[in-house]
């Protein structure tokens, strides 16, 4: 049964950091059971925003405006598991963050990386919080 797993929320003080996880079960993230792996935000009262995410083809990653620079996306296909390094955080970088897998290709066919549509399993979201 395919899973996704995120782990590694929590409180952080502005201009700190937070290691990610989506750990994955069910499909490999090194053979050809997905498109594209992407991360997502939803903050209270907000719709969800894609936030970046990493094709399985290439290793392309992508990031929304508003976290380059200061996010970073990596898979480590040994442990099954991708990461969302976040440094500098904001205060409004608060929000429930999930990963979410394309399993059918929309991703691929349409590009569409940042739109939750175009994935098709999630994860059941981590807490982040960035507050003094």
């Known amino acids: 049964q395919l899973q996704l797993v995120e782990s590694g929320g929590g409180l952080v003080q502005p201009g700190g950091s937070l290691r990610l996880s989506c750990a994955a079960s069910?499909?490999?993230?090194?053979?050809?059971?997905?498109?594209?792996i992407g991360w997502f935000r939803q903050a209270p009262g907000k719709e969800r925003e894609g936030v970046s995410c990493?094709?399985?083809?290439?290793?392309?990653?992508y990031y929304a405006d508003s976290v380059k620079g200061r996010f970073t996306i990596s898979r480590d296909n040994a442990k099954n598991t991708v990461y969302l390094q976040m440094n500098s955080l904001k205060p409004e970088d608060t929000a429930v963050y999930y990963c979410a897998a394309d399993r059918v290709g929309r991703t691929y066919y349409t590009s569409n990386y940042y739109t939750p549509n175009s994935y098709d399993y999630w994860g059941q979201g981590t807490q982040v919080t960035v507050s003094s």
């Open positions: 069910g499909f490999t993230l090194d053979y050809l059971d997905y498109y594209t």
């Open positions: 990493i094709r399985r083809s290439d290793g392309s990653t």
